[in-house]
């Protein structure tokens, strides 16, 4: 394939290869070691000018037990999405990708997967929309059924799952798809001819082979959860202070930048940890 | 059909109800005249032209499309020669190149937005649209790098070689015979990092100038101070144009070129 180096290809490679890892450099790399930096200071140095170097943003998160609660809660939040959408959303795969065929099988794949690239705040909005009191789905259910019904879904901790389900579920559907559909279809048809059950060809072939993909929409999914702030601003109202929205207002409202980067670098710790422990699954999945 | 796959596509057909019923209502609702969503339903256009009467929900538009636009020219241009670079020579090091496209994928866009703003704020950049484009470009990378690459890991090197052997020069073979063949990659490289600028809000939201915002960030800040019809209008354009481009963006990636 690809020849060895020499040394005129060199100063090509560099050319080529330079403008991107530049601007990833000065855009995240370089930015995220600021932040590292920013979260030991005491001040901000434009502000203040005896500002030093000091632990006293690490230590608030520990003695203020309202920040590790919230990551608490922030994490509790991530399993609930996550759990969720594996539930609904294997089984959607599966079907996918074992039962359809042909051009509907494309057609109902990108159907599914169309609205999560499309714009993630208008899709929360328009559950504003549908769940407010007196909204589209209470009208419908009182429509439909007899009973007067009182939802009162929005500004719950129920509707900033639903609208966060409703964001990342095609996370998991495409991931465990393409899992699925490398499974061999012989590979099936050798199992029930040999007398396996449709339960034993789930249980026994398909989940063990398509467990990578799985995961790793999983952990896809979990990640951006745990830092949400947008989704419970906006549909959890009063019940939507996570550990996001809290780092959000240190850098939007309150203005202490060092006590943001601190809590954004705490939360990057959580997610790297997770990333790490995942990442054997995660590589297994590429391939 | 057995009742187990009967039970299936019924599934499936909830799953996309749940999908594509809250977007439908919202463009059907903007299409209502009670300003307070009461059904029965009356149709009216009003807030399609409210909306474009709102001279700050425009200048955000406009400002939205031109940085998704220089976003998408550079990304892509960037990020094509990256993964030529990557898929063409083998080097130390590579892997870990490779693998350091992953962190502004996978770390959550509010660390990444929070640091961003903390960094061009010390250097000098501050806030506002350079900034925004600096960290769209960023976020925008990645993807362009990773669908280029695909379509290049189903190219012919011997092509190649063979052009070269009649005496094609290096320039003439990234031209005639690399450029084309990779075509229907960048295009779709181009298209998700267009959308990627486009619906991009938590990195905007924290490195836009307050009243220099793009459209999503103008919405934001307009539905924590109570919804109107009017975002409901153009929050249906928006999610139009997003699908749309990403439509756009499967077909040429996946379904385009080799079939």
């Not at chain 1, 939802?151 to 996370?171: D, K, Q, R």
């Amino acid at each position: 394939m690809a020849e060895v180096i020499h040394a005129q290809d060199r100063r090509r490679l560099l050319t080529l290869l330079g403008p991107a890892y530049l601007w990833l450099t000065l855009a995240v790399f370089l930015p995220l070691s600021a932040m590292l930096f920013f979260s030991f200071l005491s001040d901000m140095p434009g502000d203040a000018p005896d500002w030093g170097v000091t632990l006293g943003n690490y230590a608030q998160f520990l003695e203020n037990p309202t920040y590790a609660t919230l990551l608490w809660k922030s994490l509790k939040l991530g399993v609930t999405v996550t759990l969720f959408c594996i539930v609904i959303g294997y089984p959607c795969a599966l079907v996918l990708a074992k039962s359809i065929k042909g051009r509907a099988r494309e057609a109902l794949f990108l159907m599914v997967i169309l609205p999560f690239w499309s714009n993630s705040l208008v899709r929360i909005f328009s559950w504003a929309i549908v769940l407010r009191g007196n909204g589209v789905l209470e009208r419908t259910l009182n429509w439909i059924l007899p009973v007067d019904i009182r939802l009162n879904l929005m500004f719950t901790t129920e509707a900033v799952v639903i609208g966060l389900v409703h964001s990342y579920l095609p996370y998991v559907i495409l991931t465990s798809y393409l899992a699925l559909q490398a499974i061999d279809d012989d590979l099936i048809d050798a199992a029930r001819s040999m007398g396996a059950s449709k339960l034993t060809i789930l249980n026994r072939l398909l989940l063990p082979l398509s467990l990578p993909g799985l995961l790793a929409g999983a952990v896809l999914v979990f990640v951006p959860v745990v830092g949400s702030f947008m989704e419970p601003r906006i549909l959890g109202g009063r019940m939507g202070t996570y550990y996001g929205t809290v780092i959000e207002d240190q850098f939007v409202a309150v203005y202490n930048w060092p006590l943001g980067a601190a809590l954004s670098f705490i939360l990057l710790a959580v997610v790297l940890v997770i990333l790490g422990a995942a990442s054997p699954v995660l590589r297994r999945a590429r391939t | 059909m057995s009742p187990i796959a009967l039970l299936g596509r019924i599934w499936l057909v909830l799953i996309l109800i749940f999908l594509y019923a809250p977007i439908l209502v919202m463009a059907a609702m903007s299409f209502n005249a009670s300003p307070f969503y009461q059904l029965p339903f009356e149709y009216s256009s009003k807030w399609y032209s409210d909306m474009a009467g709102n001279e700050q929900i425009v200048t955000a538009a406009i400002r939205s499309v031109l940085i998704a636009c220089a976003v998408t020219a550079i990304a892509t241009a960037v990020g094509t020669a990256a993964s030529v670079a990557l898929f063409r020579y083998e080097f130390r090091g590579k892997k870990l190149l490779q693998a350091l496209l992953f962190p502004p994928i996978a770390i959550p866009w509010l660390i990444t937005g929070t640091a961003m703003l903390v960094f061009f704020f010390t250097i000098g950049i501050g806030r506002g649209t350079p900034a925004v484009i600096i960290g769209h470009v960023a976020l925008a990378l990645p993807y362009v790098i990773v669908t280029v690459t695909a379509r290049l890991s189903s190219f012919d090197v011997t092509l190649e070689e063979a052009a070269r052997s009649m005496g094609a020069g290096a320039w003439t073979v990234l031209r005639r015979i690399t450029l084309p063949w990779i075509a229907p990659g960048i295009v779709a490289g181009a298209l998700f990092a267009f959308a990627v600028s486009f619906d991009q809000f938590v990195v905007s939201y924290f490195l836009s100038k307050p009243g220099d915002s793009t459209l999503p960030v103008l919405i934001y800040t307009a539905i924590r101070k109570g919804f109107t019809p009017e975002i409901n209008a153009i929050s249906t354009i928006i999610i139009a144009i997003s699908m749309a481009v990403m439509f756009l963006a499967a077909r040429y990636s996946k379904f385009g070129g080799d079939r």
